[in-house]
């Protein structure tokens, strides 16, 4: 079983930034890999950006592409989200997840393949 908690959110003028972080429990982070996802209210959920157990791949929304960068630190049993250039549009309750081991075919950007989630941070980015 793993525990994820993120925090790091907040309200935050277009333009700012906020980092994001998810810290799980557990021994085994770096068998993990790790996700976030965001749901703005009345939408569906919606892939942000994932990293593989190494670090070695990592994928974006593109919307998202050249202002957010995740980032892990198994040491730390850490994932990172910073975000910057924020925009309204980026308004929505944050979620990381964890994958224990994915198979070479998992698509890491895929909800379903998740095995466990966080609460979730709000964030706000006013206009």
């Known amino acids: 079983q793993v525990q994820l908690v993120e925090s790091g959110g907040g309200l935050v003028q277009a333009g700012g930034s906020l980092r994001l972080s998810c810290a799980a429990s557990g021994h085994t982070f770096s068998s993990y890999a790790m996700g976030w996802f965001r749901q703005a209210p009345g939408k569906e959920r919606e892939f942000v950006s994932a990293i593989t157990r190494s670090g070695r791949r990592i994928i974006y929304r593109d919307s998202v592409k050249g202002r957010f960068s995740i980032s892990r630190d198994n040491a730390k049993n850490t994932v990172y989200l910073q975000m910057n250039s924020l925009i309204p549009e980026d308004t929505a309750v944050y979620y990381c997840?964890?994958?224990?081991?994915?198979?070479?075919?998992?698509?890491?950007?895929?909800?379903?393949?998740?095995?466990?989630w966080g609460q979730g941070t709000q964030v706000t980015v006013s206009s």
């Open positions: 997840a964890a994958r224990y081991a994915p198979n070479e075919g998992d698509s890491i950007s895929l909800g379903t393949i998740y095995d466990y």
